[in-house]
């Protein structure tokens, strides 16, 4: 059974920075583009940040510079550091597995709250 978890959300002073965790269980990491996606209230769910298997990303143009999204697939785990936290980033944000070789099929972890305040 395949499994999204997430964690590294929390409360961060704005220009902060903060490290989000997916771990995914179920033999489909390695034939998967992994990304980050956010949601904040009243607004529909954007993308972050993608990466494949072969290391190639894409970002969302809100990020210029400010994330970065990295794997490990010795520990079937998706990061995604955070630097210089903007009030706007607050959101919660979604861990996604799409499984592109094999039989195509979308994956949601179950999301972590980033709030940034002072």
């Known amino acids: 059974q395949v499994q999204l978890v997430e964690s590294g959300g929390g409360l961060v002073q704005p220009g902060g920075s903060l490290r989000l965790s997916c771990v995914v269980s179920?033999?489909?990491?390695?034939?998967?583009?992994m990304g980050w996606y956010r949601q904040a209230p009243g607004k529909q769910r954007e993308l972050v940040a993608t990466?494949?298997?072969?290391?190639?990303?894409t970002y969302g143009d809100f990020v210029k510079g400010r994330f970065a999204i990295s794997r490990d697939h010795a520990k079937n785990t998706v990061y995604l550091q955070m630097n210089s936290l903007k009030p706007e980033d607050t959101a919660v944000y979604y861990c996604?597995?799409?499984?592109?070789?094999?039989?195509?099929?979308?994956?949601w972890g179950q999301g972590t709250q980033v709030t940034v305040s002072s």
């Open positions: 996604n597995a799409k499984v592109v070789f094999g039989i195509e099929s979308d994956y």
């Open positions: 179920g033999s489909i990491f390695s034939r998967s583009v």
């Open positions: 990466q494949t298997s072969f290391g190639g990303t």
